[in-house]
């Protein structure tokens, strides 16, 4: 499908399968919101999340990582994703029967690399930093069990949850950044260089595959920020000088062998099955949204974070549009949530920023966790961008 002026706006809403099992009235508050598509949680990460609709609870704590369709043990290998407890082990297959009851089309929302659970229970398979500090969180995919897993995992979504799109986030190396225990760390005063740097996998995998200087240059480049702050480098390429061009190669061609593995599986199971990426053109971007300085043709849509500032997230979506095919899709990732105001002028300014950038689809994140304040202002923006 090509997209031009004549390819109407398709807004998607993320949520989880908790939103709508034990909630009859989430998938007409859905449908009214503005959406045609519903992008449903079938594997994702641990989280503390508000519930304002549902009738049964206001805040679930989800402890662990889980998988929300049922687990056929023949399906998998050495890792295996854990059931939720805190609802039904098929809560995704009855949120999506509720959801296509009431005209919703059903994309499965699939979190592959970011896993505490599965890491923690195999230390030997997540991503080290350049001084051998493991995360936990962060599979790395430089590892055959993992890229393995992630196969299997988009095999069973296709196969068992049958859904209307599959939506592939953390699709490469989860990095620095987390959210999930008590971050305790900006007191360092490390720069987004330094944050790149302590990114970068050190693992029995991947050291090395850099050049042998490397894992040094690393440990200089966050020690002289501790020493001299003054000194520190403004971007990776400067703390690695002419060892950037090779290390660089080497981490997309990780995040590149895993998305191209797990588009063919997705083919092969589900042929005429959509599928979106979370990317980031930034070739040293780790994370939900994974680095894609090339573009990637096997895909049907590229999705953008737009979470910062507009006119940052405008030229982040631009530089996707430039990468997308004629073809592709590109979508941007709209926070609902705060510190977006519950504005709706302020919204639709923001939606009519990303859509000049090239964004022909709006991905709402949360249109669970959003009170009914956000909702009606957001779907007022929808409204009013047209």
């Avoid at 059903?106 to 080290?128: F, I, K």
């Avoid at 299997?152 to 599959?166: A, F, K, N, S, T």
């Avoid at 693992?203 to 595959?209: E, G, K, M, V």
């Amino acid at each position: 499908m090509t997209v031009g002026k004549e390819t109407p706006l398709m807004n998607v809403a993320y949520l989880y399968p908790w939103d709508v099992v034990g909630d009859p009235s989430a998938p007409g508050r859905l449908a009214d919101l503005g959406v045609q598509t519903v992008a449903l949680a079938a594997m994702y990460h641990s989280t503390r999340a508000a519930t304002p609709y549902h009738p049964a609870h206001r805040v679930l704590d989800v402890p662990y990582p889980a998988f929300y369709l049922p687990i056929r043990p023949s399906s998998w290998s050495r890792l295996v994703p854990a059931s939720p407890t805190w609802t039904p082990a098929d809560a995704y297959l009855q949120a999506r029967d509720a959801l296509r009851a009431a005209g919703l089309q059903v994309h499965a929302w699939t979190v592959l690399t970011h896993n505490s659970h599965l890491g923690s229970a195999n230390p030997d398979l997540v991503v080290r930093n350049a001084f051998g500090d493991p995360y936990p969180y962060a599979l790395c995919p430089a590892h055959e069990d993992v890229i393995e897993y992630c196969e299997r995992l988009v095999q069973e979504i296709l196969e068992v949850g049958e859904p209307d799109g599959l939506i592939l986030e953390a699709c490469g190396p989860m990095g620095f950044g987390h959210q999930t225990v008590h971050e305790k760390t900006s007191g360092a005063d490390w720069t987004p260089a330094d944050v790149d740097l302590l990114s970068l996998c050190f693992c029995t995998n991947c050291a090395p595959l850099y050049p042998e200087p490397t894992r040094a240059a690393v440990r200089a480049a966050i020690d002289r920020t501790t020493s001299a702050p003054q000194s520190s480098a403004t971007t990776v390429e400067d703390a690695l000088g002419p060892l950037a061009d090779e290390v660089r190669t080497v981490r997309a061609t990780q995040s590149t062998t895993l998305r191209e593995r797990l588009i063919s599986v997705a083919r092969r199971t589900a042929a005429n099955v959509p599928i979106t990426l979370h990317a980031n053109p930034d070739p040293w971007a780790t994370g939900a949204f994974a680095p894609l300085p090339s573009g990637e043709p096997g895909a049907d849509v590229l999705v953008a974070n737009c979470w910062g500032d507009p006119a940052t997230d405008a030229a982040r979506l631009a530089r996707l549009k430039e990468l997308a095919t004629p073809d592709q899709r590109v979508g941007a990732y709209v926070l609902a949530l705060p510190p977006r105001p519950a504005d709706p002028d302020v919204l639709a300014d923001q939606l009519r920023t990303y859509t000049k950038a090239g964004a022909s689809e709006f991905h709402l994140y949360h249109a669970g966790l959003a009170s009914p304040h956000r909702l009606a202002a957001l779907a007022k923006a929808l409204r009013l961008h047209g």
